[in-house]
């Protein structure tokens, strides 16, 4: 019976929903006035797992278990339990689901309402655009593209969801010193492209202000400013994120009504809208009402194509266009897509092996050394897909296109994360892992392998003329952990065998010297080392120097870059 499934999603739930729109909801179990419901749907295999996540996207996935986690609504219900399956709604999450939040006493108004730490579409364009009047000499803020209700209203056609059809410009934000030249590698950051998951927007707007903010007073932030560029979108979709702002906090798509009606579940999937791997039945759905709505073609929606004509234009094409061939280990450029939720960092491919031969990426030891370490830095798990599959993915863009080394981060537990947990537990980690990233796309696929260099500092004082007595750690061991679905591995640890620091210029600058440094136990035996070094700085000015530091492990692979600032005082003054 439930192998009826794919039809009757494909073809009959649209018009059931749209015919019962206005009546009385069916007796589902669950409060008598919910909207939602928040229900675990059970599968017998991996076929209708897919066909589930294609209709309704998964807030959770239990393989174990063999439930996923989804919102419907009480007429789904019933559709569901008439076509044989086990569905079984979780009272405490659908009173929550249920509830319509408030203001918070006291709460800006440029703040989703019981959420003052995630800023409305509005308050987010804000803040990017006095980023750049603030900071001119480090960012810029450009419009990209526009929303689909910008189109629509330029063609002044109101669509009911949005009546006033005033739509949005999609904005980015480019970072970098713009005093020093090029060419420089990238990590390009999107935020809000699934409207309803609040903490994606608000972490990317925060990378920029950290970034901004802490230019000249943070090492490695200043050294990343002025030889790297960090692109921002912080809102991907803002048409469909103001829908889930209110009234409809769950609604996950853009607000294009052309294939489904706005009382249903309008839109299109930005996230399975792009060109690459495009139109695969396991991973999206041709069904205008279906969560993962494809679209009409490849990057139909105005949204995508800002997104993709902006990173076609930003990055150099370093692969070719097929499945097999991979980037080199030269390769610089990451890009990242910010979601919620899983705690989990994924790579390419999206579709199943039985669509496109093998979903296993060419770089695939580069995505799992990169993922690991920024993996250890968060906590999220690494891993190239979850529990099933997906297709016109903005990772399989980037990366199939123009070899970069592309990732979706799922971010946190809920897609309306509490503030407390987001504030206290989430935003610290996040934006240390994305530092990590923007150090590592110079060279995304090479430097991951190497050793990390942490907890710099200096002992005792540092004078002019005196020798500055320098020590960090350095350390090979610092990948996390892999999701079960991680096809490759732990990533061994190697011993460190030498670390360097440099003077006011980091390694890849001409005239750059590597000073060698010691390690504190008097040998390079261990993968995490003691490493310490004496500077000379009768030559040094007083002021203010950058000191670079990289360490190499057994198999000569170097790490990432760290800086700290030694600060150099006159003694006879």
Same mark, same amino acid.
């Given at each position: ?11 009959? !739930?649209?018009? $059931? ?45 239990? $393989?174990?278990?063999?439930?996923? !986690? ?24 659908? @009173? ?100 309803? @998951? ?13 970034? !901004? ?14 030889? #790297?560029?960090? #692109? ?18 769950? #609604?996950?798509? /853009? ?15 930005? /996230? ?8 695969? /039945?396991?991973?999206? =759905? ?74 296993? =990426? ?20 690494? =891993? ?70 942490? @907890? ?28 079960? /679905? ?9 011993? $460190? ?40 700085? =009768? ?5 203010? #120097? ?28």
């Amino acid at each position: 019976m439930k192998k009826r499934l794919l039809l009757l999603l494909t073809f009959l !739930l649209p018009a $059931v929903l749209l015919a019962l729109f206005y009546q009385p909801a069916p007796a589902a179990p669950g409060p008598a006035d919910a909207d939602v419901l928040v229900v675990q749907i059970y599968f017998d295999d991996q076929a209708e797992l897919q066909a589930l996540a294609d209709w309704r996207e998964p807030w959770e996935v239990d $393989v174990a278990a063999g439930f996923l !986690l989804v919102e419907i609504r009480p007429v789904e219900y019933d559709i569901l339990t008439a076509a044989g399956f086990r569905v079984e709604v979780d009272q405490a999450r659908t @009173e929550t689901a249920n509830l319509v939040a408030e203001p918070l006493p006291g709460q800006d108004g440029g703040t989703i309402p019981g959420y003052p730490c995630y800023r409305t579409v509005e308050s987010t364009l804000d803040s990017g655009a006095l980023l750049a009047t603030t900071y001119p000499d480090l960012a810029t803020w450009s419009d990209i593209g526009d929303s689909w209700e910008k189109v629509q209203a330029s063609g002044e056609e109101l669509t009911l969801l949005n009546p006033a059809g005033l739509g949005y410009d999609i904005m980015v934000l480019k970072l970098t010193n713009s005093n020093i030249s090029g060419p420089k590698p990238q990590l390009f950051v999107s935020g809000g492209i699934h409207a309803r @998951e609040y903490t994606s927007a608000e972490t990317a707007i925060r990378l920029a202000e950290y970034l !901004l903010g802490n230019y000249g007073v943070d090492p490695d932030v200043t050294w990343l400013l002025d030889y #790297h560029e960090i #692109h921002i979108v912080p809102q991907t979709n803002p048409d469909g994120r103001k829908i889930a702002e209110a009234p409809d906090i769950w #609604h996950r798509k /853009n607000t294009n009504d052309d294939a489904c009606s706005a009382l249903v579940n309008p839109g299109i999937d930005l /996230n399975r809208n792009f060109p690459f791997l495009w139109g695969y /039945n396991s991973g999206s =759905s041709s069904s205008g009402c279906d969560d993962t709505y494809r679209g009409s073609g490849p990057v139909s929606e105005p949204e995508a194509l800002a997104i993709v004509d902006y990173v076609r234009s930003t990055f150099p094409d370093q692969r070719p266009n097929d499945l097999t061939i991979p980037a080199p280990i030269t390769t610089t450029g990451i890009f990242i897509d910010l979601h919620s939720y899983s705690n989990v960092i994924l790579w390419p491919w999206g579709p199943p092996s039985a669509d496109i031969g093998s979903n296993i =990426s060419p770089n695939q030891l580069g995505y799992n050394a990169l993922a690991r370490r920024m993996g250890f830095i968060n906590g999220y798990a690494a =891993s190239k897909t979850l529990s099933y599959s997906v297709s016109g993915t903005t990772k399989d863009f980037a990366y199939g296109e123009l070899g970069i080394a592309a990732f979706t981060m799922e971010m946190g537990t809920e897609f309306h994360q509490s503030c407390s947990v987001f504030e206290n537990s989430m935003i610290a980690d996040n934006l240390a892992t994305l530092i990590y990233a923007a150090k590592a796309s110079r060279q995304p696929y090479a430097l991951p392998f190497g050793p990390d260099m942490v @907890e710099l500092e200096f002992v005792g004082p540092t004078l002019v003329g005196e020798p500055a007595l320098l020590q960090a750690r350095a350390d090979d061991g610092r990948y996390g952990a892999g999701h079960a /679905n991680n096809p490759s591995g732990q990533v061994l640890s190697q011993p $460190v065998v030498a670390a360097y620091y440099y003077v006011d210029l980091p390694p890849w600058e001409a005239g750059a010297v590597a000073q060698p440094m010691a390690a504190a136990d008097g040998s390079f035996s261990s993968s995490s080392e003691l490493v310490t070094a004496t500077i000379d700085t =009768s030559g040094l000015a007083p002021g203010r #120097h950058i000191i670079y530091l990289q360490a190499e492990d057994f198999d000569g692979d170097r790490g990432v870059v760290s800086a700290i600032f030694l600060d150099l005082v006159d003694g006879e003054n």
